[in-house]
């Protein structure tokens, strides 16, 4: 245990130098981003009970899209491992290549698709402006509007990086940033581009994708709690948290380390029994029809795991019955005599 907070505390000492090094601009492109944090402490301070039952509606869905991940991600790897991937690494590398393009076509073509929209009326103390200036990464991106003041919902997701866009789904004070019809669209493509993604000859993760799919469509859940419950102090941005949470709960089945990790990232305290509801929620839903992501992966390419919890044959049984095997007495004999 020392050595991990040593190691940990050596990275956050010499990380810390190397971002204030390059905030004086001596780094070039580099210089930018530092720790992955989508602080969101300025948003919703409370809650009331009324919300617990849509909030557990996020945990449903993510649970029920996690579930339904994880079972296509095994069907397309095991296509992948007997059929695809026999034919050597150049079809690999095709395969990789083919989804890049996709993926960058549907990305620029959706966007264009989409019409323009006017600049909400925003906080004057919000630090948000409308449309976002040029060359720059934040809310509001002007893509092939006709008006200065206008700005396209769907293009201020493509066009960021997935943690500036993760970050517009978590920021608050931006009511009515994005229309129920642009998530939808959002939503469906990247799922169907993260279940194909997912295995393929490329270094990828699975985190930050997971909290994309799972912002999204809590943004969308808390579109519709906003506008039925006008008289509360809701943010968006909260359910955009809490679908994130519950789909990495429904998909990787992870419940302490996940709730620890996503209170580290948002940096509000306030929000952990939240956060530990949907976890519960997504998880036993999850459980229901299959196993964890890894777990499943795992399983597929022969790694052997042990069970979370033992079998109830196992229950009884001590050392002794585990050495009844006269194979395995042979085989200790003959490596000591």
């Known amino acids: 245990m020392w050595r991990v907070f040593f190691t940990s505390a050596v990275v956050a000492v010499v990380v810390r130098s190397a971002m204030n090094w390059c905030n004086s601009g001596k780094c070039g492109h580099f210089g930018a981003g530092g720790f992955i944090i989508w602080d969101i402490s300025g948003g919703q301070e409370d809650y009331s009970y009324q919300e617990l039952f849509p909030m557990a509606i996020i945990g449903v869905i993510g649970g029920l899209l996690g579930a339904l991940f994880n079972q296509l ?5 095991k296509w992948r491992r007997t059929c695809l991937h026999k034919k050597g690494k150049r079809v690999q590398i095709f395969e990789a290549c083919l989804i890049s393009l996709v ?5 620029f073509v959706l966007p264009l698709l989409r019409k323009c929209s ?4 925003l906080e004057t103390n919000s630090g948000i402006e409308c449309p976002h200036p040029p060359g720059t ?7 092939y509007c006709s008006q200065d003041r206008e700005y396209n919902d769907l293009a201020t997701i493509f066009f960021n990086t997935q943690d500036d866009a993760i970050r517009n789904l978590f920021s608050a004070k931006t009511f009515h940033e994005y229309s129920a019809q642009s ?20 270094p990828a993760g699975q985190f930050v994708p997971g909290i994309m799919i799972g912002s999204t469509y809590g943004r969308l859940v808390g579109m519709f709690v906003v506008k039925f419950y006008k008289k509360l102090n809701i943010e968006e941005g909260t359910y955009a948290l809490l679908g994130a949470a519950s789909f990495l709960g429904g998909s990787m089945r992870m419940t302490v380390s996940l709730c620890v990790i996503m209170v ?20 036993a839903v999850g459980d229901f029809f299959n196993e964890g992501l890894y777990e499943e992966q795992a399983r597929l390419r022969g790694i052997p795991l042990l069970d979370s919890r033992p079998k109830q044959v196992m229950r009884n ?3 002794r019955d585990a050495c009844k095997n006269q194979k395995v007495l042979k085989f200790l004999l003959h490596l000591f005599f």
């Open 183 to 202: 998530l939808i669209t959002f939503l469906v493509m990247f799922y169907f581009l993260a279940v194909v993604t997912f295995g393929t000859a490329v």
């Open 73 to 77: 991600t095994l069907y397309i790897t």
């Open 317 to 319: 049984m001590n050392a």
């Open 264 to 283: 580290e990232i948002t940096n509000n305290l306030k929000l952990l029994p939240l956060i530990m509801l949907v976890l519960l929620v997504s998880k």
């Open 103 to 107: 993926t960058s076509t549907i990305s």
């Open 137 to 143: 990464d934040g809310n509001f991106v002007n893509f």
């Open 118 to 121: 006017p600049c909400p009326k």
